[in-house]
């Protein structure tokens, strides 16, 4: 799959809607009792980027960006201001935000995750675009060095260690992430009369996997 490491301009998707989505199949037996399975393990985001156009500017900014996307072909990273920390989003994101695993003495690359949990329940949702330079580490909660004691891939999430942390020991990540996405669409239509009248373009986008 192709995909561009460029975001999707910050200032146009800060007034975006969207957020995750389940798919869910429910069979409901003649007793009136349900069954409910997923054949989804991940969720996956939905945007509208017309929501954020503020001015003929920003669909100019839109239509370049579609343009070079070629529409639905080439993905990219898109800021979701209402998630987009591995902490609170009031919060500066701490080397101890998030436990991505534990040390074998072996194993020296983890995978950066980002749990959200609500009593018992709890659901990790791998991160794979976080964003350059913002990314801390730390083992047993002792924090480390990037480019001295680990290196960080921004194009997959995949962080690696200099040295494997001993059996047992609790590597935690604190980082901002973006969401890999796509157009859901191959056509925008807008016109400045119908801009100026408050009639917004829907310009879909919808997260992909990668």
């Known amino acids: 799959m192709s995909f561009h490491e460029i975001r999707f301009p910050p200032k146009l998707s800060f007034g975006s809607v969207g957020g995750p989505e389940r798919r869910t199949e429910v069979v409901t037996l003649a007793?009136?009792?349900e069954e409910r399975n997923t054949p989804w393990a991940q969720s996956r985001r939905r945007y509208d980027a017309g929501v954020g156009l503020r001015s003929l500017d920003d669909i100019e900014a839109l239509v370049a960006f579609f343009e070079a996307r070629r529409g639905r072909?080439?993905?990219?990273r898109w800021k979701d201001w209402s998630d987009f920390k591995s902490c609170r989003p009031s919060r500066a994101p701490s080397a101890t935000d998030q436990l991505?695993?534990?040390g074998d003495g072996t194993r020296v690359t983890f995978q950066l995750v980002?749990?959200?949990r609500s009593g018992e329940?709890?659901?990790e949702r791998p991160i794979a675009k976080p964003v350059a330079g913002t990314v801390r580490l730390a083992v047993?909660?002792?924090a480390l060095r990037e480019g001295v004691d680990y290196e960080v891939d921004v194009t997959t999430g995949m962080v690696a260690l200099v040295r494997a942390p001993s059996e047992g020991m609790q590597i935690t990540a604190g980082f901002e992430f973006d969401v890999p996405v796509r157009f859901d669409t191959d056509a925008i239509q807008t016109g400045v009369a119908s801009f100026?009248?408050?009639d917004l373009p829907t310009v879909p986008v919808v997260e992909v996997r990668v």
């Open 196 to 198: 100026r009248a408050g």
């Open 140 to 142: 047993q909660g002792d």
């Open 121 to 123: 329940a709890a659901y």
């Open 73 to 76: 072909l080439h993905g990219f």
């Open 114 to 116: 980002k749990c959200y």
């Open 31 to 33: 007793s009136g009792h």
């Open 100 to 102: 991505i695993g534990h």
